[in-house]
């Protein structure tokens, strides 16, 4: 198994650009979960999925977007990109059945 | 009260030496806790599970104390490798995963 795979792995956009996050999972989990990280920051999460077709927003979902039309795939996108999302981006997944969470190797975004 | 609290350190410990230390929860309801490790520049990933009954793996041992609602780490024989960040995780309500920001640990030679 892959685990969790994200792409791309660095990424520099200019402001009011947009962009999409990939992120896919191969272990058939149901959960899924976007979180930012900004250096020496804890984690924040910004959207999660409980199943394909379902999404929900977390503690800072403003200026994103997300789709779960798989159970692999939960893409993040960024519409007209702000200095303020520069960050790195981890995607995660897990069972429906216990709290460990997988995480993907993250997308460094530089928005300037 | 924060969900999960947990103090940012740096703890500068000597190569060999035994650091310890803790993270507070607020939901006196949680049932799942974990310690994750992450190095500088990588994702989380996960150590070791709590258990009521504590755990050992090798040099590090994990301890839950519902009473004061608390979870611990220890790190015997202390190795450079240790160096990290330590992310202490909690079920909160509704279900929710709560992260902790993290203690920084540097191991010194």
């Known amino acids: 198994n892959a685990g969790v795979t994200q792409t791309p792995k660095f990424r520099i956009l200019k402001i009011g650009q947009s962009m999409t996050l990939q992120c896919t999972q191969d272990?058939?989990?149901?959960?899924m979960y976007w979180y930012r990280q900004d250096p020496g920051m804890g984690l924040k999460l910004i959207y999660y999925?409980?199943?394909?077709?379902?999404?929900d927003k977390g503690e800072v979902p403003n200026g994103y977007n997300v789709s779960r039309s798989t159970t692999e795939d939960f893409p993040l996108r960024l519409e007209l990109a702000a200095p303020s999302q520069t960050s790195v981006y981890f995607c995660?997944?897990?069972?429906?059945?216990?709290?460990?969470?997988?995480f993907g190797p993250g997308t460094r975004l530089t928005v300037t | 009260r924060k969900e999960v609290e947990q103090d940012p350190g740096p703890f500068n410990v000597p190569e060999g030496a035994t650091v310890a230390f803790n993270c507070t929860y607020s939901?006196?309801?949680?049932?799942?806790f974990f310690w994750y490790r992450q190095d500088c520049r990588k994702e989380p990933k996960l150590l070791m599970s709590?258990?009521?009954s504590g755990n050992e793996d090798g040099r590090f041992t994990a301890q839950l104390n519902r009473a004061s609602q608390y979870i611990s780490l220890l790190i015997r024989d202390s190795k450079l490798s240790d160096s990290a960040t330590y992310l202490c995780?909690?079920?909160?309500?509704?279900?929710?995963?709560?992260f902790g920001k993290g203690t920084r640990l540097h191991i010194l030679p």
């Open positions: 995660a997944s897990k069972t429906g059945s216990s709290y460990e969470q997988y």
């Open positions: 272990m058939n989990h149901n959960y």
């Open positions: 999925s409980v199943g394909a077709g379902i999404t």
């Open positions: 939901n006196s309801a949680s049932q799942s």
């Open positions: 709590v258990y009521s």
């Open positions: 995780v909690v079920n909160g309500r509704d279900d929710k995963i709560i």
